[in-house]
């Protein structure tokens, strides 16, 4: 993308929270036009959302209670990179740990921004299929309920606003956009 500059450049900046998995960052920024500003942001692991696919069209959706907003929340199995962890580690080991699915075979799909405004938080879509069941084994304190539902229920879902949350829209309506299934 070519045009006029519009980079923010760095001045000075500080942390101001560190938190298990997130931090908060407050920096002072040059703008284009020369002035100053503030810009804060959490900065991010990075993490990956899974399609999990079955031969018979259903995809695997997980049912969580999302705090920040008090409810519960349809969605697609995913989770944080640890750290120097591969994406594609991270999508084998969430899809087993989570829901005790592996997949013989798996595609990276994409890469989306979820946040940009204020966090560089990317993650990763992968898709998973020749799924076989093992065994879940939950993190401490992680808890939820996994469901596998006809895949165009699932876009039905995200079209009445049943399945509102960020990654699990993108990831299913890559697959419905872009995949011969
Ligand atoms: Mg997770």
Known sequence: MKGKDL??????????????????????????????????YVRHPGAVAIVALFD??????????????RRDFIELPAGKLEPEEPHFETAKRELL???GYVAREWTRLALIH???AYSDEGIELWLARGLELR??????GEFLEVLALPFDEAVAMVRDGRITDGKTVAGLLWVKAFLQR
């Open 7 to 40: 980079t923010e450049r760095f001045l000075s900046g500080e942390e101001i929270y560190a938190g298990k998995f997130i931090t908060v960052q407050r920096d002072l920024v040059r703008l284009p036009d020369g002035s100053e500003t503030a810009r804060e």
């Open 135 to 140: 065994e879940a084994k939950l993190d401490a």
């Open 56 to 69: 018979d069209g259903r995809v695997l959706l997980e049912r969580q209670h999302r705090y920040p907003h």
């Open 114 to 116: 979820p946040t940009i």
């Open 97 to 99: 740990e989570e829901t």
